[in-house]
């Protein structure tokens, strides 16, 4: 096998519809992957936050992503996240994904324990990175402290790349922080930084950043694309707003149920609505909200 | 079967002891375990904060409860940490525990997603209560904001003990806050509440508290012993005092690798020093330091 090139563009979190039961609807996942795929998706990326991955379990989270590639998905477009706080299951995760042909892993730092020291989130990482031991292995470190609290530092990014510099490959910047966003882009040139946010896809790319996982992907992925496409040009600017403004009508929403009944709406199916608890999906009254502030009510 | 007994005493949260290739040490472990008891703590809840619970797999942590009863510790002093992030792995975790006869489960709300409302909170528990679908269930719930970010609120465990009032009977409140506590004490007379603090312990008992679920119980589990016993006793304030004086000794400390460090030089086994990523084990200096603050050196 060949290593796996290193991913760049628009990549989707994607949103994971459930059936009633609360487990996952693979059938309307499947379809929902190729739509984004084929509306202008570089990539995906199934089981980050968008995609309420912390809320399924590790068998659930492996047959699904099985159950994607034998539905003909590539592999070569996938980066599903596979960290979490226990070491022996994100390095079951992360085995299985590589075995899959995954041209890369999203991975969290364990989160539970806070005031982590840079030492030991160092031999954390590379205790998976020894234990999957599997030279096509790709990680994007997966950056996003307003959620999990623990991140990585631009001092534990350069040791992990220094020490591991064929692995450890790019980042996910979820910290809405530019100033971050900004000393990574230019302290660590070679690497693949997407932003968490795509408030900063074009000043990411002029820096010369790898793109985006975003979770507006799942709802404006040709959008983002265009942006993605031409940020060299004249629009580059205007394209930019038309992203934000999205973003902007969503804003104060909680962002997993506000997506999911975007997408309900526009497949006609209000059972994509449901979320898995903790999150609580929206009822008619917040539904009606939130396409009337994005301006979906006349759209299909 | 008849139904579980309501907890009260002093309780454990189990020192997790690793082998060198940092998976657990079931037979260090059960030693530890058998000692507390024989030392008077009342009972034991393996896969606490204190025992790296979160850094461990659903598997490590079930074979190790099971190696536990098989050597012949009551599952009745029992009340395992089962709360995870993922549904399904909760309701693993915690029907195994009611299989194996436990008196009870400790559980940590789902943890990833912050500033989840009550309401997604609520739905939580009352799945995993309903999947579970045992009526030998004995929820006490694990409030620890300062770590798990997430916990549950005054009128989260009112909703929660209005619904299930057989099943959610306790609660360990580890806030660090005087004030939550005592609201939960005086809002829940009937509850069984176990004070997170063992600094807190006298004050829990004076309002009719169950008790105290501590890290320190690893190490001063005669002197926790003694203020239970002697909380009305006129030398109740020097027993507290007596219990205080340890974590002041600790203070600044990061507890894990502490306790471990003390546990090892008392065993004369250095082996037990060891912790998980992402916890750093203490080196030489930091473990003759936190030995000689706490008296230790010439213990033995």
């Keep these: 096998m060949t290593a796996p090139s290193i991913l760049r ?7 994971t519809p459930l059936k009633e039961d609360l487990s996952p609807d693979a059938d309307r996942w499947i379809a929902h992957c190729k739509r984004l795929l084929d509306d202008g998706c570089h990539g995906l990326v199934p089981f980050g936050t968008t995609s309420e991955a912390n809320s399924f379990g590790v068998e659930e989270r492996m ?5 994607l590639v034998d539905a003909g998905v590539s592999p070569g477009r996938l980066m599903p996240g596979t960290g979490l706080c226990a070491l022996p299951e994100t390095v079951r995760l ?22 982590v020291s840079d030492e030991g989130l160092f031999c954390s990482i590379a205790e998976v990175i020894e234990r999957v031991g599997d030279e ?62 795509e408030r900063f896809l074009l000043q990411t790319l002029r820096l010369g950043g790898a793109g985006t996982i975003t979770a507006m992907a799942n709802v404006v992925p040709r ?9 060299e040009s004249e629009n580059a600017q205007a394209l930019q707003a038309d992203v934000d403004r999205f973003r902007e009508a969503l804003a104060g929403y909680s962002p997993i149920p506000a997506l999911k009944t975007i997408v309900a709406f526009r497949q006609s199916d209000p059972g994509w609505r449901t979320v898995r608890p903790p999150l609580v999906e929206f009822d008619d009254e917040q539904s009606q909200d939130v396409l009337e502030k994005c301006g979906l009510c006349g759209e299909s």
């Design 94 to 115: 992360t085995s299985h994904a590589v075995e899959l042909g995954c041209a890369g892993v999203l991975m969290l730092p364990p989160f539970y324990y806070k005031d």
């Design 63 to 67: 047959d699904m992503l099985e159950m």
């Design 223 to 231: 959008t983002l694309r265009q942006l993605y496409d031409n940020w």
């Design 136 to 197: 096509r292995l790709r990680i994007y470190l997966y950056h996003i402290p307003p959620i999990a609290q623990v991140g990585y530092s631009i001092g534990l990014i350069e040791r992990l790349v220094s020490a591991y510099p064929d692995v450890v490959v790019g980042i996910k910047d979820s910290s809405g922080d530019w100033n971050n966003l900004h000393n990574i882009l230019t302290n660590f040139p070679g690497f693949a930084t997407f932003t968490g946010s």
């Design 9 to 15: 563009g628009v990549f989707a979190p994607t949103l």
